[in-house]
């Protein structure tokens, strides 16, 4: 499904770049669509560069932690939710391990960690598939609960809303959580039917009450404080966790007798071939991306969605904010810079400001996920995963819609 999406993307760029050179306001918008392509290669390789440090570096904490037997005592804490909505995983596998160390690490917020575990995640997971070049039932799965992923700290929200000017930059917190929390639990739900998985078995159930009964005590407790007080602790508990995380991995083999300094610079290796492998997929999604945005689709699409708003009777503010949500899963930056922009073209603390800022926090760029996650796999055939993602994006924007008009409607 993936390749038709791309083929998509470029066809549509082409026949709305066309009309506008033909008959709209735009005669060199193929010059702005090359121009699209040269950036966004340019971009792609820029990405994969810039992973190899992190990849390098996490990789090669993960080695030491996989040989020391840490993973495996990781992996005990969700075996029995993760054994259940993913039977084809062995209840002893490392896949089991490197999907929690990846969950933790996006529940925190910590991008830079999650994105090397994932990519660990994906390779144990690809050890068990029969065909190595189509994703299983449990990598679809993983990539919807990662592109749907509930943030504690969406702290990058709170920095673009207080440079902007917002009065209580944190004030769209619990709406994002709201938003975030709605798109995994649909992400899931609708992974689950199409893959005929139980959710009412009695140890999932149990499971996802504990998970959602923990968001619910978090989402409390950061509810009553203060702006900077907000932003300062969920990022000392976020890093001082991370950095105990590495000291205590380093401990661990050190006490069993491992050479944890040839183990890390093993893993760290892994890592730089993962990061160069990734180009090709990068180029080929983030090209794709980047002449849809030039082409002028996302307008169109958005003032498509504004008339139909409009001719129903519904309440169009949401529609300044659409942007942002049409973007996100197709580019983080993008989608950042749109909501940078609603808020200097209609307040911080203006409704689409808040709206757009909700929705900022809300998913994953779905497909820059597809990208490096299938990519570090050499995977060719997605099977559902895109359409299941996308349901999960479309359920997060959706949920982002409605809380916002609850709360600042």
Known sequence: MLHRIWLIFIVSAFLATLYQALWGENPGGFQDVMNAVSSMATLSVEIAIGLIGVLAFWLGIFEVAEKSGLIKKFSRVLAPFLCRIMPDIPRDHPALGS??????????????????????????????????????????????????SVTLF???????????????????????????????????????????????????????????????????????????????????????????????????????????????????????????????????????????????????????????????????RFVDALPTALMKPLSGSGARALMIETMQHHGADSFAGRLSSVMQGSTETTFYVLAVYLGAVGIKHSRYAVACCLAADVAGIATAIVVSYWFFG
């Open 99 to 148: 999907i929690t160390m990846n969950m933790s690490a996006n529940l925190l917020g910590l991008d830079n960690a999650a994105t090397p575990f994932g990519i660990k995640a994906m390779q144990d997971m690809q050890t068990l598939a029969p065909k190595k070049d189509t994703l299983t039932n449990s990598q679809i799965l993983f990539l919807v609960l990662n592109t749907s």
């Open 154 to 316: 969406p702290i990058a929200v709170f920095l673009y809303r207080g440079e902007q000017g917002a009065a209580q930059p944190t004030d769209v917190f619990i709406p994002i959580l709201l938003a975030t929390s709605a798109s995994t639990l649909a992400g899931l739900i609708v992974t689950c039917l199409v893959q005929r998985i139980n959710l009412f078995n009695r140890v999932v159930l149990l499971y996802l009450v504990g998970v959602f009964g923990l968001l619910a005590a978090v989402i409390l407790y950061f509810a009553q404080l203060a702006a900077s007080e907000l932003a300062s602790q969920s990022a000392i508990v976020a890093n001082s966790l991370l950095f105990t995380f590495v000291v205590g991995v380093l401990i661990s083999g050190w006490r069993v007798g491992n050479n944890t300094y040839e183990q890390f610079v093993d893993g760290a290796k892994k890592g730089f071939e993962v990061a160069v492998s990734l180009i090709p997929f990068l180029l080929a999604m983030l090209v794709a991306i980047g002449m849809l945005r030039a082409s002028g689709v996302m307008d169109i699409l958005v003032q498509m969605i504004a008339t139909a708003a409009g001719w129903m009777g519904f309440d169009p």
